[in-house]
């Protein structure tokens, strides 16, 4: 499967941004997804990960109650809602498939391009 990573951009803090991850090659329901960052001279990490249903979804305890993940199989694309952003969310974002929704990124078989995200204080 290929993915490919869109939405980021320049935001101020407070601001929203939607992050999208679009699938070809096989359905994106055979995958758990998971969203991941990178800032410079950093780790990636983890952000948050949906199951292929859809219903149960994990989230960095950074991000919680600020960021919501989503996916629409029928449109072969997963989201990543981020609201309340703040300097520290900057980072280049990655969307990546996997066997199973997990925090931990050598679960993940595909991860797509990457799309940066900065925000302004």
């Known amino acids: 499967v290929q993915l490919q990573a869109s939405g980021g951009g320049f935001v101020q803090a407070g601001g929203s941004l939607r992050l999208s991850c679009a699938a070809s090659?096989?359905?994106?329901?055979?995958?758990?997804m998971g969203w991941f960052r990178q800032a410079p001279g950093k780790e990636r990490e983890f952000v948050a990960a949906i199951s292929r249903s859809g219903v149960i979804t994990y989230y960095a305890d950074s991000v919680k109650g600020r960021f919501t993940i989503s996916r629409d199989n029928a449109k072969n694309t997963v989201y990543l809602q981020m609201n309340s952003l703040r300097p520290e969310d900057t980072a280049v974002y990655y969307c990546?498939?996997?066997?199973?929704?997990?925090?931990?990124?050598?679960?993940?078989?595909?991860w797509g391009q990457g799309t940066k995200v900065t925000v302004s204080s």
């Open positions: 990546a498939a996997g066997r199973s929704a997990s925090s931990v990124k050598d679960e993940y078989d595909y």
């Open positions: 090659g096989r359905a994106l329901s055979s995958y758990a």
